[in-house]
């Protein structure tokens, strides 16, 4: 008869393809039925945060509902920090994982539940009689809430036999969030004052690209000849990349974002408005109109001055039809505008003062030999900048930061896998710090064997915790315990069957061009080991030293 593990596994299968995890005592039944009785493929990782990392960059890719599995106790802890990201970047997905017997905590059992609530995310436990049901039910919750839900299965329930698997209800998901009726004269206001504007302008974040706002939008921007930007979690989603000034705050381009202070009047879709994109307060000038148009309860920045509670779709949908009705023309303002120079970077030189590498004349290269169709997934550390700047991606769904929303670093090789899977015809870019791949070193391995030669991975190597030392170090901290000595990253790569090359010259990225050229069937995953200096500052962290000096 199916076992309780079965229930969940078969109910799961419904609406994932996908697993991401570590095999252990806790999780061994439902692994077991997962592989003998369902088409869900399981891909193992090396480390079980790796495993709710992988699942992240699964959906974040476009995958769908993704799951990740641990054992209980040690296994369960090692996923908080990946789980707490995912809570904070709202990323659904369903971790099941093994717990304490019903008969009560062994010594080597921790509240899991207790643990999971404190990083945001809720436990449903699973019993002999409604495993199934109770699946469904955390199915539901997490893409309800967009929130990573633990589905715990207790270790003396999970091998009993449980009847035969029963059929449970479809999830029911709730509808777009339709703006309030007393919501409507606010909408024909905001028309009007866009068809007003002289110089409009529409910023847009990864809320716009999930609710399918990109056509919306585009219609909005020709009806008014706004001028558009994202968030750097939305790059792309604007239909018409001529008119589009790229990503704001410290990642923009300095023109681009003087620009932005001049506009009259500028709406906001589905973008939390952090301090990072604010530029800390320095996007918009004080005479700029701010409208921000949300799900969230309230507006999130106190330089808003209008908010639109509802689905960003269906406002900018409503807003270009009532801009349609109003029958004025477009401001013209964009068409005024040389985008291409707005959005110019510093090219960098080839060496920084200390012999070692400019990243930005890395990146940059990098940038002009990476294959078109590629997905983009980064760790967390100061090299943040160099991807955003000089790399650019066709759509939100392929440019993750993994780690930004919960401020880790360390979570950037497990991140190879989920988009790899999601994404099984593009070309996987990891970029990633050196303090960063150490920590997640054991899923190199992942990388490798999941995206074969369509990963490369670009480890930006400047012997330091470069975030740390460009700040506290600025500040006259010790900065030896920020310094970490010189590692041979492309040697881990070769020691687990990739290519690496040590990047000391800029000549050296041929390898890059050379890998490009080869159809990926025929050849390895590439790491590029990129010996860079940590005295040229990104300008993002030129606004954090400022506003912490």
């Not at 054992?71 to 659904?92: I, K, Q, W």
């Not at 969230?296 to 349609?324: M, Q």
């Not at 993994?402 to 670093?409: D, E, K, V």
Request: aromatic share 8%.
């Amino acid at each position: 008869m199916p076992t309780v593990s079965a229930h969940v596994a078969s109910t799961l299968a419904r609406h994932i393809d996908s697993v991401f995890g570590v095999m252990g005592n806790g999780n061994a039944y439902f692994l077991d039925a997962l592989e003998r009785s369902t088409d869900v493929s399981f891909t193992a990782v090396r480390h079980e945060a790796g495993g709710v990392v992988a699942a992240d960059a699964y959906h974040r890719a476009g995958g769908g509902l993704a799951a990740a599995t641990a054992t209980y106790g040690a296994g369960f802890t090692n996923t908080l920090t990946a789980l707490a990201e995912s809570v904070l970047a709202r990323v659904p997905l369903i971790l099941v994982v093994g717990d304490e017997p019903t008969s009560g905590p062994r010594p080597w059992d921790v509240d899991q539940i207790a643990l999971a609530s404190a990083v945001g995310a809720r436990t449903y436990t699973v019993g002999r009689a409604d495993a199934a049901a109770t699946t469904a039910i955390a199915v539901e919750h997490a893409l309800t809430y967009r929130v990573p839900t633990v589905l715990a299965i207790p270790y003396d329930v999970a091998k009993l036999d449980a009847g035969p698997v029963p059929s449970a209800p479809e999830p029911v998901v709730p509808l777009p969030l339709a703006p309030a009726p007393f919501a409507q004269a606010a909408i024909g206001e905001l028309a009007a004052a866009l068809a007003r504007a002289e110089r409009p302008l529409l910023l847009a974040g990864r809320g716009a690209w999930l609710a399918g706002a990109s056509d919306a939008l585009g219609r909005l921007a020709d009806a008014t000849g706004a001028i558009t930007a994202s968030t750097a979690l939305g790059r792309g989603v604007f239909p018409r990349a001529e008119y589009d000034l790229g990503v704001t705050g410290g990642f923009g381009a300095e023109p681009a974002m003087e620009l932005i202070r001049t506009a009259d009047v500028a709406v906001v879709f589905g973008a939390s408005l952090n301090q990072f994109t604010m530029r800390f307060g320095e996007l918009f000038a004080p005479a700029t109109r701010v409208v921000q148009v949300d799900i969230a309860p309230t507006a999130t920045h106190p330089h808003v001055g209008g908010f639109i509670r509802g689905d960003a779709d269906l406002v900018a949908s409503a807003l270009a039809d009532e801009v349609a009705r109003i029958g004025s023309a477009p401001s013209g303002w964009r068409e005024s505008l040389d985008v291409p120079a707005l959005r110019v970077y510093e090219p960098g030189t080839e060496f920084a003062a200390d012999g070692r590498l400019d990243p930005r004349s890395v990146a940059r290269r990098i940038g002009e030999l990476l294959p078109e169709d590629r997905v983009v997934v980064s760790d967390g550390g100061h090299f943040l900048g160099w991807s955003n700047m000089y790399w650019p991606v066709a759509a939100p769904d392929r440019m993750m930061m993994i780690g930004t929303a919960y401020q880790s670093i360390g979570l950037g090789f497990p991140s190879v896998p989920g988009a790899a899977l999601a994404r099984p015809d593009s070309t996987i870019v990891l970029t990633t710090g050196d303090g960063g791949g150490l920590m997640a070193l054991a899923d190199l391995e992942s990388a490798v064997r999941v995206a074969g030669g369509r990963g490369l991975a670009v480890v930006w190597n400047d012997a330091a915790y470069g975030a740390e030392v460009n700040l506290y170090g600025l500040f006259g901290l010790a900065t030896a315990p920020m310094m970490i000595p010189d590692v041979d990253f492309a040697g881990f790569a070769r020691a687990v069957g990739a290519d690496g090359v040590v990047v000391r010259t800029l000549a050296d990225l041929d390898a890059l061009q050379r890998w490009a050229a080869s159809p990926p069937a025929e050849r390895p995953f590439l790491l590029l080991d990129c010996r860079i200096s940590t005295s040229v500052i990104a300008p993002y962290q030129q606004e954090i030293i400022r506003v912490n000096s």
